[in-house]
């Protein structure tokens, strides 16, 4: 079983930065790509980006293409989300995901959650 702790999230105003951190522990951990979503109140979860550790490709949506980037370190099976030019759109919860299964491919097999933590943009 793999858990996963999140870190980071907040209030930050409009055009500002935030920085989101996961790290994914447990009694054996073989991630083999992780990723954010977010979801707002009545709306169903969103994608947001993903990293799959082989070659180190990244996936994003389109809506935060430019402005959002994922990271990770393979090793520490630990992911970041790098979030710039905000805007009040990108409130939400946001949680981060792992896929175990090896040779997953796009859309991934996100079997594994962290706890979620809100991200609040203002005006």
């Keep these: 079983q793999v858990q996963l702790v999140q870190s980071g999230?907040?209030?930050v105003e409009?055009?500002?930065s935030l920085r989101l951190s996961c790290a994914a522990s447990g009694r054996t951990v073989t991630t083999y790509t992780m990723g954010?979503?977010?979801q707002t109140p009545g709306k169903e979860r969103e994608f947001v980006a993903a990293i799959r550790w082989s070659g180190g490709i990244t996936y994003y949506a389109d809506?935060?293409?430019g402005r959002f980037t994922i990271s990770g370190d393979n090793a520490k099976n630990t992911v970041y989300l790098q979030m710039n030019s905000l805007k009040?759109?990108?409130?939400?919860?946001?949680?981060?995901?792992?896929d175990s299964?090896?040779?997953s491919r796009w859309?991934?097999?996100f079997g594994?959650?962290?706890q979620g933590t809100q991200v609040t943009v203002s005006s």
């Design 14 to 16: 409009a055009g500002g």
């Design 63 to 65: 809506s935060v293409k």
């Design 107 to 109: 859309p991934f097999q």
């Design 88 to 98: 009040p759109e990108d409130t939400a919860v946001y949680s981060c995901a792992a």
């Design 9 to 11: 999230g907040g209030l």
């Design 112 to 114: 594994s959650w962290g």
């Design 36 to 38: 954010w979503f977010r």
């Design 101 to 103: 299964h090896p040779g």
